[in-house]
């Protein structure tokens, strides 16, 4: 398994609209990635502190499914998220140590 970690800085007048931004990570971020080949989930967290960066997790059944979607599909991500941030997102990417979680790995075979 293999994931992608970003990080996403709101413009300020944005902060009051965590609702909004949320909406369109559901409407808009998440069918785009449903169509992707490997994808397995999208964890958003949103900070309890204001200035606070917003982070999501997307899991991949493996690294080539992450970088087809990065090539292909997150410049789109990238388009409809930019009027919602102050800064571009930063990307992290990482193996996910499946044997140190096992109930997880079977919760997303499920």
Known sequence: MFARIV????????????????????NQVLPLMRKQPGFLEFLPFTPEIKNERFISVTLWAEKKDAERYERELFPEVQAIMKPYLAVPMTVRNYTVETTLCEHFEKALAA
Do not use: W
Request: proline share 5%; aromatic share 0%; glycine share 0%.
């Open 7 to 26: 990080e996403s800085i709101p413009k300020i007048e944005m902060l009051e609209k965590k609702d909004e931004i949320v909406r369109v990570l559901k």
